[in-house]
C-alpha cells in the first residue's frame, strides 16, 4: 500500500512538472523538506503524508482523487488555502500565483472551458485598475490579519511584487478563449457598500473614495465594451449571461486538456478546490442548469444591456447621493 501510493504520487509528479524542473528541488521546495527526505520519498522508502499529496496536487493541478484512488464516487477531496503566515504580502502573493497558474494552465491548454458564476464584480473584471486593487487588498486584510481598528488605506502601500503577480495573471487571463460568465443583476451592489462602509468609517478618505468610484465606473465602461464585441482586447472571446434568479453560489467550472476542477468562493477570494471528475461534473451541471435562467447578452438583446448597465451605473453614482 505504501510503495504503491509513492508510485502513484511520483509517476504523477514526472508527467506534470516542467521539461526543465528536477523533481527532488520540487519536493524540497514544496514541502520543506531536506534533499534527504525527498529521496526517501521518492526511492518508497517512506510514504508522502496526505497533506503532501494535496499540496502537490494543488501545486501541479492534478487530481488526488486519481492519485490515491478515490473512484467509488462516494467521497472528493477539497482543498482550502489557509493563511500560514502572518504576513500579508506572502499570504496574498500565494493567492496572486495560484490564480495566475491556473490562467496560464487554460492559455497553454489545446482545449480549455471555464464557466463562472458571479454574484459580484468578477476579479477579472477590475483587476486592472490600480485603486480597487488596493482597495480589495485593504479589505482582504482587514478580514483575515490583525489590524488596528482605525487601519486606514491610506497607511497601505501595495506592494511591488504583488503588482508583479497582478500583471502576470492578467497576461494568461486576458489570452483564455471561450470564457462564460453568468452574472446576478446586481453585480456591483455588493463593492459599492463595501467601499461605503469603509468611507462611512473614515477608513477610506475622499479622495480615496472618488478614485474608487471612477474606476468603477470605468469597469460598467469595460464591460459595455464586451458585450457590444464579444471580445476582449487580447483578442479572446467572451460571452457574458444575466441571471433571472439571484446568484447565491459565487464558483467556476474549469477544463483544460482533460483535468477538471471546481473552485468555490465562500467569504474571500481564495477559493475551495477540487479536482474529484465526479465532484466537478456535478458542478458544471449546475452552472448549464442556471444558464437555462440566463439570457446572453454579448453581441445580442440590447434592451437587458441597457437595462444592467445602467442599473449598475446607478449603484455606483447612489454612491455619493448615500454620503451626502
Not at 157 to 172: D, G, I
Not at 275 to 292: G, M, Y
Request: with cysteine; proline share 3%; charged share 25%.
Amino acid at each position: 500500500m505504501k510503495e504503491s501510493l509513492n508510485q502513484k504520487v511520483v509517476s504523477a509528479i514526472y508527467e506534470s512538472l516542467p521539461e526543465k524542473e528536477r523533481i527532488i528541488p520540487f519536493l524540497c521546495d514544496l514541502l520543506d523538506l531536506s534533499r534527504e527526505s525527498a529521496y526517501r520519498r521518492v526511492r518508497n522508502s517512506i510514504p508522502f503524508t496526505f497533506e503532501e499529496v494535496a499540496a502537490i496536487s494543488i501545486k501541479l493541478g492534478i487530481s488526488a482523487d486519481d492519485i490515491i484512488g478515490q473512484h467509488n464516487n462516494k467521497r472528493a477531496f477539497f482543498d482550502l488555502y489557509l493563511n500560514g503566515t502572518s504576513d500579508p504580502i506572502e499570504s496574498y502573493g500565494k493567492l496572486l500565483q495560484n490564480m495566475a497558474d491556473i490562467s496560464q494552465k487554460l492559455r497553454k491548454a489545446n482545449e480549455s472551458e471555464m464557466i463562472a458564476s458571479s454574484s459580484r464584480i468578477p476579479f477579472a473584471f477590475s483587476m486592472q485598475y490600480e485603486n480597487i486593487r488596493k482597495f480589495r487588498y485593504f479589505k482582504w486584510i482587514h478580514q483575515t490579519h490583525e489590524v488596528p481598528i482605525n487601519f486606514y488605506l491610506s497607511d497601505l502601500t501595495f506592494p511591488s511584487q504583488l503588482e508583479t503577480l497582478y500583471k502576470n495573471y492578467m497576461y494568461n487571463y486576458m489570452r483564455v478563449n471561450n470564457i462564460k460568465f453568468i452574472l446576478d443583476k446586481n453585480t456591483f451592489l455588493p463593492t459599492t457598500e463595501e467601499v461605503l462602509y469603509y468611507h462611512k468609517r473614515k477608513l477610506i478618505n475622499d479622495n480615496e473614495f472618488l478614485a474608487i468610484q471612477k474606476e468603477l465606473l470605468l469597469v460598467v465602461d469595460g464591460i459595455e465594451q464586451l458585450l457590444q464585441t464579444g471580445v476582449n482586447e487580447a483578442g479572446s472571446n467572451i460571452y457574458i449571461y444575466l441571471s433571472a434568479l439571484p446568484i447565491e453560489s459565487n464558483c467556476a467550472y474549469l477544463e483544460y486538456d482533460g483535468t477538471t476542477c471546481a473552485r468555490y468562493w465562500s467569504y474571500t477570494f481564495n477559493p475551495i478546490v477540487v479536482f474529484n471528475k465526479e465532484a466537478c461534473t456535478l458542478q458544471k451541471k449546475w452552472l448549464e442548469s442556471l444558464l437555462k435562467y440566463s439570457t446572453l447578452i454579448t453581441k445580442s438583446n440590447e434592451y437587458l444591456q441597457a437595462e444592467f448597465l445602467n442599473a449598475q451605473r446607478k449603484f455606483i453614482t447612489d454612491m455619493t447621493e448615500s454620503e451626502v
